[in-house]
T-cell receptor, first 114, second 110 residues
Framework: GAVVSQHPSWVICKSGTSVKIECRSL??????MFWYRQFPKQSLMLMAT?????????EQGVEKDKFLINHASLTLSTLTVTSAHPEDSSFYIC??????????FGSGTQLSVL | DAKTTQPPSMDCAEGRAANLPCNHS???????VYWYRQIHSQGPQYIIH???NNETNEMASLIITEDRKSSTLILPHATLRDTAVYYC???????????FGPGTRLSVLP
């Protein structure tokens, strides 16, 4: 079945640095991918919709200059957390699916900002 | 906001059936009921989905009431590895913009 791969699984960085997270669709093309964040013991919150070849659509309250999304190909979307701060520490998850098929989720990336 | 309500937590004995309820009283005619689960520190995993007929696959069964205002996910023989948070989501068929509620934290006990 379709698989979504996310990398890295975890990352630790210093405050003020930027971190890039990759989301790949392994055996299908995804014109749309989704990025979520999840704080401990809370549910997933949609951050943005990544659209291949065009600008991402951000949910209300999500800073687009803080969370840069690039969807340059049909199999890869990247989320860059710029100038990360400790409050950005969270579990980040991507999802994708083929049209008229169920949605698959990546394994998630645990970001810890020191 | 999520269109579903679920109990925050449930316990189930290993080997017994786990029945997880979900209320979706405002579901519209073209919306399906999806179930996903999330094991700790992993991404959500698809379980099953349905429109109005009961559905069964290798993982679970989905029972949807005739008025479609509620449903039950059944894990027929729960194992310790089924301990997870279970999310019930209503969405147009194969829609992708999922809105997650808090889900039900199922604990399977030995």
């Amino acid at each position: 079945g379709a698989v979504v791969s996310q990398h890295p699984s975890w990352v630790i960085c210093k405050s003020g640095t930027s971190v890039k997270i990759e989301c790949r669709s392994l055996d299908f093309q995804a014109t749309t991918m989704f990025w979520y964040r999840q704080f401990p013991k809370q549910s997933l919150m949609l951050m943005a919709t990544s659209n291949e070849g065009s600008k991402a659509t951000y949910e209300q309250g999500v800073e687009k200059d803080k969370f840069l999304i690039n969807h340059a190909s049909l199999t890869l979307s990247t989320l860059t957390v710029t100038s990360a701060h400790p409050e950005d520490s969270s579990f980040y998850i991507c999802s994708a699916g083929q049209p008229n098929e169920k949605l698959f989720f990546g394994s998630g990336t645990q970001l810890s900002v020191l | 906001d999520a269109k579903t309500t679920q109990p925050p937590s449930m316990d189930c004995a290993e080997g017994r059936a786990a029945n997880l309820p979900c209320n979706h009283s405002t579901i519209s005619g073209n919306e399906y009921v999806y179930w996903y689960r999330q094991i700790h520190s992993q991404g959500p995993q698809y379980i099953i989905h349905g429109l109005k007929n009961n559905e069964t696959n290798e993982m679970a069964s989905l029972i949807i009431t005739e008025d479609r205002k509620s449903s039950t996910l059944i894990l027929p023989h729960a194992t310790l590895r089924d301990t997870a948070v279970y999310y019930c989501i209503v969405m147009e068929n194969y829609g992708q913009n999922f809105v997650f509620g808090p889900g039900t934290r199922l604990s399977v006990l030995p």
